[in-house]
């Protein structure tokens, strides 16, 4: 079942499937590759407070609609009105901090790409799914900036100099290296995902 109650017209940038006790989010904006809007990272926000309060919800899911995950904040619209800046930026860091610490089972599919606010918005859940088709990257370190959305605490917890090369560098990162260094916690060939399974039914 899908579910589409929602206030602020985020609902078609973030679709909300309902199975059992599973929730399963679906980042909606594929031709911007699901760069994550403000309208999707409230709706995001407001779904993770309910389900993590809801005694009927143990398992929340994050996918990405397309061929990525999240390619990261939808920067050009906060360039286009610079007093949204903190008003974004202060919503996505505190979703990030919401997965962070999140009580209920969290699941991200990082099947594509995964950028930026993309890593944001999944390597902070508990398990993190990657599989031929992921490319992880910091890309705003090319631009001269520091890698945000919580990256100097994950990165600094990666084995090795995983996380100082991925920080420093902006390096592209396929499925298998996000798995070898910690940034996935499984991989599964894409074509044998199937929430179903997840979710316990067949």
């Known amino acids: ?114 950028m930026g606010g993309g890593a944001g918005a999944s390597v902070h859940g508990r398990f993190r799914v990657a599989t031929e088709n992921s490319m992880f990257a910091m890309p705003e370190t090319a631009l001269g900036l520091f890698p945000d959305v919580g990256a100097s605490f994950y990165l600094s917890r990666l084995p090795g100099f995983f996380g100082e090369y991925a920080g420093l560098t902006g390096a592209r990162l396929d499925g298998s290296e996000m798995l070898a260094c910690g940034l996935a916690t499984h991989y599964v060939p894409s074509v044998v995902i199937c929430i179903d399974l997840l979710v316990g039914e067949n």
């Open 1 to 114: 079942m899908v579910s589409a109650n929602s206030s602020n017209g985020a609902t078609d940038q973030v679709l909300v499937e309902e199975k059992s006790s599973v929730r399963t989010l679906i980042l909606n904006r594929p031709r911007q590759l699901n760069a994550l809007s403000f309208p999707m990272i409230s709706r995001l926000l407001e779904l993770f407070i309910a389900y993590e309060d809801d005694p009927n919800v143990k398992l929340v899911i994050l996918k990405g609609q397309g061929r990525a995950f999240c390619a990261g904040g939808d920067v050009a619209a906060v360039a286009n009105d610079p007093n949204m800046g903190a008003t974004f930026f202060w919503k996505e860091y505190t979703l990030n901090y919401m997965m962070a610490t999140y009580k209920k089972i969290q699941v991200s599919i990082l099947d594509g790409i995964v």
